[in-house]
C-alpha cells in the first residue's frame, strides 16, 4: 500500500510537471480522475512504445548500413586483386607475345635459309641432271655410230649362199664382239639396271622388316595378355585363399585387355594404323593401372602369408604397414631381451658348414663360422673340441663360455639384419602368384 501511496504521489509531480491537473485524493477518486490517469498511463505507454520501435529500426538500418559496407569494401578488395591478377596476366601475356615474335622470327628465319639451301641443291641437282643428259646423249650417239658401223662391216663380210648367211673374216667378228661387250652396259642400259637392282634391294628389305615388324606387334600383344591374365589368375588364387580385408575388392572387368586379331596384323596398315596403336596405349594403361591397383596389396599380403608361419596368430590384426612394421620391431626387440641369449647359450656350437635354426621364422641357414675367435684367443677352429691333452678341463670350459658369448653377440646382429632386410624387401611374383 506504501509502495501505491509514492506511485501515486510520483504520479501527480508527473501530471503537474506536463501541465495536467492533479488527480486529487487517493481516497476520493472520481471516475473523471480514473479516466484522466488511464489516458496519461497510456499516453506514456504509447510514447514508450514508440520510442522503443524508433530505437529498434534505428538499430537495424545501422545494421544494415554496417552489412552494406562490409560488403562494399569486400567488393573494393576483389576488384584491387582482380586489377593485380588482370595486371599480372596482362605482363604475361606480354611476356608470351615477346616470345612468340622471337621465335616466329628465329623460325622464319630458318625457313629462309631451308629455302636458300633447297634452291642451292635445286640448282646442283639440275646442273648434275643436264650433264647426264648431256652425257646420255653423247653415249646414244656413240652407240648410233657403232650400230652403223658395225652394220657397215657385216655388209662388207657376208656372202648369200643357198639357203644360209656365212659371215667370213673371224678376227672381224672378234673385234665387234669386243666393241659389243664394252658398251653392253654402258649409257641408258646401265642407267636402268642400277635403278631396277636399287628398287629390288631396297624392297626386299622393306617386305623383311614388314613382316618382323607386325610379328613383333602380335608378340608384344600375347606377352601383355599373359602377364594381366597371370596376375589376374593369381590374385584370384589368393582372394579364394586369404579371406582378410588386406585385398580390396577389384572390378577385373576394368583391366581386361583388348586382343586384336591375328589375321588383322596381315591387313594393310595405311588405313588402320591409328586405331591399331589406340588400342595398344589403351592396353598400356590399363596394364599400368592393374598393377597400382593390386600389385601392393598382394605383395604384402604375400609378406604376412610367409610370416604367419612364424608367428602365428600375429598377423590377423594386421591392417596396413604401419601395424605390420609394430609387430616386426616387437620381435625385434624380443630378440635383443636375454631369451635368445640363454636359448643359444643352451644349444651346442655348430661348426663351419652345419645349419643353424633361425630363432624367429625357423628357417633353416648355413652358419659358416670363421676363425676370428679362435685368432683372438691364439689357437685355431679345433678350440671348440675338448683338448685335454694340451688344457685343463676348467679352462675348456671357460674358454668355451666366452666363445658361445661372442656367438650370440654375431647371432644378434645376423637375426637383426635379417629383419631390417625382410622390412626393407620388395616381394615381386611371376604370373604363377610365386614370389
Same mark, same amino acid.
Request: glycine residues 4%; contains cysteine.
Given at each position: ?84 591478377? #588482370? ?15 622471337? =621465335? ?103 617386305? =623383311? =622388316? ?35 580385408? #588386406? ?52 605383395? *604384402? ?58 630363432? *624367429? ?14 685368432? =683372438? ?59
Amino acid at each position: 500500500m506504501d509502495s501505491v501511496r509514492q506511485y501515486y504521489v510520483q504520479l501527480n509531480d508527473l501530471l503537474e510537471r506536463n501541465g495536467f491537473s492533479l488527480m486529487g485524493d487517493f481516497w476520493k477518486v472520481t471516475s473523471s480522475e480514473i479516466q484522466k490517469t488511464l489516458d496519461v498511463v497510456s499516453y506514456l505507454l504509447k510514447q514508450r512504445g514508440e520510442d522503443q520501435n524508433s530505437k529498434i529500426s534505428i538499430a537495424d538500418e545501422s545494421k544494415s548500413m554496417r552489412i552494406q559496407i562490409r560488403e562494399l569494401n569486400k567488393q573494393l578488395e576483389d576488384l584491387k586483386k582482380e586489377r593485380a591478377q #588482370l595486371k599480372r596476366d596482362k605482363k604475361n601475356l606480354t611476356t608470351q607475345v615477346e616470345l612468340q615474335e622471337k =621465335e616466329a622470327t628465329k623460325a622464319l628465319r630458318s625457313k629462309a635459309s631451308t629455302e636458300m639451301e633447297s634452291k642451292k641443291d635445286i640448282s646442283k641437282l639440275t646442273r648434275a641432271s643436264q650433264m647426264y643428259q648431256h652425257e646420255l646423249k653423247k653415249k646414244e650417239n656413240e652407240l648410233f655410230r657403232i650400230k652403223k658401223q658395225m652394220t657397215k662391216i657385216l655388209d662388207e663380210k657376208t656372202t648369200f649362199s643357198n639357203s644360209y648367211m656365212e659371215i667370213k673374216g673371224s678376227a672381224d667378228m672378234k673385234r665387234i664382239a669386243k666393241i659389243c661387250d664394252e658398251h653392253r652396259t654402258k649409257g641408258d642400259i646401265e642407267f636402268v639396271e642400277m635403278l631396277k637392282n636399287g628398287f629390288d634391294s631396297t624392297y626386299n628389305v622393306l617386305v =623383311e =622388316e614388314n613382316s618382323q615388324l607386325r610379328g613383333c606387334l602380335l608378340t608384344l600383344q600375347t606377352e601383355m595378355k599373359t602377364l594381366v591374365d597371370g596376375k589376374m589368375n593369381s590374385l584370384k588364387a589368393i582372394k579364394s585363399k586369404f579371406k582378410d580385408d #588386406l585385398l580390396k575388392e577389384t572390378n577385373m572387368k576394368l583391366y581386361r585387355l583388348k586382343v586384336i586379331e591375328p589375321k588383322a596384323f596381315n591387313l594393310s596398315l595405311n588405313e588402320n594404323i591409328n586405331d591399331l596403336l589406340g588400342i595398344f596405349k589403351e592396353n598400356l594403361d590399363r596394364i599400368a593401372s592393374f598393377i597400382d591397383a593390386i600389385i601392393n596389396p598382394i605383395q *604384402l599380403f604375400q609378406f604376412m602369408d610367409r610370416l604367419n608361419d612364424s608367428f602365428g596368430k600375429k598377423f590377423t590384426k594386421v591392417k596396413n604397414l604401419d601395424d605390420l612394421y609394430k609387430i616386426i620391431n616387437s620381435e625385434t626387440r624380443a630378440v635383443k631381451d636375454s631369451d635368445l641369449s640363454e636359448e643359444c647359450l643352451n644349444k651346442p656350437i655348430k661348426k663351419s658348414g652345419e645349419e643353424l635354426e633361425h630363432p *624367429l621364422n625357423n628357417e633353416r641357414i648355413t652358419a659358416k663360422w670363421n676363425t676370428d675367435f679362435a685368432t =683372438e684367443t691364439g689357437e685355431e677352429e679345433g678350440i671348440y673340441k675338448n683338448n685335454s691333452h694340451t688344457q685343463s678341463t676348467n679352462q675348456q670350459e671357460s674358454m668355451e663360455t666366452s666363445l658361445k658369448k661372442k656367438k650370440v653377440q654375431v647371432e644378434r646382429k645376423k637375426w637383426e639384419n635379417i629383419i631390417k632386410s625382410e622390412k626393407s624387401n620388395t616381394f615381386f611374383f611371376d604370373s604363377d602368384g610365386s614370389d
